[in-house]
């Protein structure tokens, strides 16, 4: 038979096979780095998370109140230090505990980029007098964690202050059962660099830190979870994050 006969594949079949080539194998290569990044965050906490447990450990046996206040200030600083650095954006992260008295949220630790150790001055409110501070009461409250991948984005219902220094933040309430005790917040100076594993390395690390308050408390509740505020009803929209 003549070579002319047989069929012969069209210029526009193969630039299609050759395009879906190259997507599977840019997708090959994106999951690839997904999971040796994911592989190196599991080993970064893990390390992390070794000097956390063992102050757990050391306070679930001690009976000192000197010595339970002195390792519940070395579990706040272990907590916020894993919070920065577990991320490979940590050289623009920080990480806060607002901690609940009475009404009012205030930093009780911080840990930030080398040189920035000054810690936040916000302090939040329950009431219709600081929307912000409310919400996030409300957040503690409902035992939430929230991210909030980019503050400008238009899906952002809570408005932030112009001169932050940041665009992406996380929100988690510290809890222990139904105690509330506050708020471990992350934020990143670039919008978008914090992500859904954040959160829920966040989410572990307050968890964490409310098992250390609730031992040195006794499990007793905090003023702040027990004033008793009715909250009107409202629909929940991304957490306010607070710049220093």
Request: with cysteine; hydrophobic share 40%; net charge negative.
């Amino acid at each position: 038979r003549d070579l002319h006969s047989f069929p012969t594949r069209r210029s526009s079949d193969l630039g299609r096979e050759r395009a879906l080539e190259s997507k599977l194998q840019a997708e090959q290569e994106i999951a690839k780095i997904q999971v040796e990044a994911e592989a190196r965050l599991i080993c970064a906490l893990r390390a992390r998370l070794s000097p956390i447990l063992y102050l757990l450990g050391t306070m679930a046996v001690q009976r000192s109140n000197a010595e339970q206040g002195e390792l519940l200030g070395r579990l706040k600083q272990a907590v916020l230090a894993a919070a920065v650095g577990h991320s490979d954006s940590a050289s623009s992260c920080r990480s806060i505990f607002f901690q609940a008295s009475g009404d009012k949220m205030r930093c009780a630790g911080y840990a930030g980029p080398e040189g920035h150790t000054e810690p936040a001055r916000t302090v939040f409110a329950r009431g219709s007098d600081d929307p912000l501070g409310a919400y996030m009461f409300r957040v503690l409250d409902e035992g939430r964690a929230v991210l909030v991948p980019d503050v400008d984005g238009p899906d952002v219902s809570v408005r932030f202050p112009p001169d932050r220094s940041y665009q992406a933040a996380i929100a988690a309430a510290v809890v222990a059962g139904d105690t509330g005790y506050g708020i471990l917040t992350l934020d990143a100076a670039e919008a978008n660099t914090l992500g859904k594993t954040d959160l829920e390395v966040i989410k572990t690390l307050a968890s964490l830190l409310g098992t250390g308050l609730a031992l040195v408390s006794g499990g007793s509740r905090p003023k702040a979870s027990a004033a008793g505020i009715e909250w009107p009803s409202v629909t929940p929209g991304p957490a306010f994050h607070p710049d220093s």
